[in-house]
């Protein structure tokens, strides 16, 4: 559960990947750590060890890393040339054949897109003006009006191994779910190697097994309103995650307001009344794409799987907590 002291901080990052003990053990060589650009994030990856037995990792740590750039490719909507752009050409026209790790994707956004009354929506694809990396554009309301209509999960059609989009201009953005299911199959390629301790950071959602160097991997939590100050911490058990979902890392200020890359699916604009959420559990499945739903229907324990602690922010300030059977309002 939520150390007390984590309350009202959001956001995540491992404790591990800052503290100045870790640098030495980095010295030491009883760390490895590694990091690449997956996802449109950094992504770390931490395991603990002895010089030697970290020597017999190159292999398995290699193989994690690809298979993690695999899914990025597979699922991206930043590319020409995988099955979710080759859908998005032939939406409103023909089903395609795609593989089972997209058509699973897919039917698990469909479950969450129906549990929150359509807040979470992977067709949000369609609204594919705005820019908040780089040059940072705000598409007219006009143009929103018109790409609200290719906007509907129920629009999904999944037949066996074919999926089709079932209207002209659809398009699907995967950002919401599909980094944990990668992160998840990196770690997975580690343990299938015997690897028992490891900790990956996918930009604030992280992911542990075991511990570090006899400890628990310690987590510490940002608050939204603030986020480069972390004003509290929770050890994550062996298969833990926590998961984390803001205005505050992809957008930019412009008239006073802050524009972020979290979409209401219903209008094409960025979500208002949240600005963060985090949530703590070991299920995957349970947790995937849940912290984009809560962004967009604020407060909700009937969304929240058994097993899930959910903490989350309101624009004015005020705190909600919720997990187990027990829900405490802060604030």
């Known amino acids: 559960m939520l150390s007390r002291r984590g309350f009202g901080v959001f956001g995540a990052v491992a404790l591990s990947l800052l503290a100045p003990a870790t640098q030495a053990a980095l010295r030491a060589g009883e760390m490895r750590r590694e990091q690449r650009v997956l996802m449109g994030t950094r992504v770390s990856l931490l395991l603990p060890g002895s010089a030697s037995e970290l020597a017999d990792l190159a292999a398995p740590v290699a193989a994690a890393w690809a298979e993690m750039a695999r899914l990025e490719a597979l699922l991206s909507r930043y590319r020409g040339d995988n099955p979710v752009a080759a859908l998005a050409a032939q939406a409103g026209r023909r089903p395609l054949a795609v593989p089972a790790e997209l058509r699973e994707l897919l039917q698990q956004a469909k479950r969450l897109s129906a549990r929150s009354g359509g807040a979470f929506d992977v067709t949000v694809g369609a609204y594919s003006d705005w820019r908040f990396d780089g040059a ?70 992280i992911l542990a097994i075991g511990q570090n160097q006899g400890h628990a991997w310690q987590v510490g939590l940002r608050d939204p309103l603030q986020p480069q100050q972390l004003l ?58 849940l912290g984009t739903a809560l962004m967009l229907r604020g407060p909700d324990p009937s969304l929240l799987p058994a097993g899930v602690e959910a903490l989350l922010v309101r624009a004015d300030g005020r705190r909600w907590h919720a997990g187990g059977d027990a829900m405490v309002t802060l604030g």
């Open 136 to 205: 940072q554009s705000m598409p007219p309301a006009e143009r929103l009006a018109a790409q609200r209509r290719a906007v509907d999960w129920r629009a999904i059609e999944i037949d066996g191994a074919q999926v089709l989009l079932n209207r002209p201009g659809m398009r699907l953005d995967l950002g919401g779910i599909a980094k944990l299911p990668i992160l998840a199959a990196g770690m997975a390629v580690l343990q299938r190697a015997g690897v028992r301790h490891a900790l990956i950071d996918g930009g604030g959602d």
């Open 232 to 289: 509290g911490s929770v050890p994550l058990a062996d298969g833990g995650w926590v998961v984390s979902s803001g205005d505050y890392e992809r957008c930019f200020e412009q008239g006073g307001r802050r524009y972020h890359h979290i979409l209401d699916p219903r209008s094409g604009w960025p979500s208002v009344g949240v600005h963060g959420v985090s949530l703590l559990g070991r299920d995957v499945a349970a947790l995937n794409g």
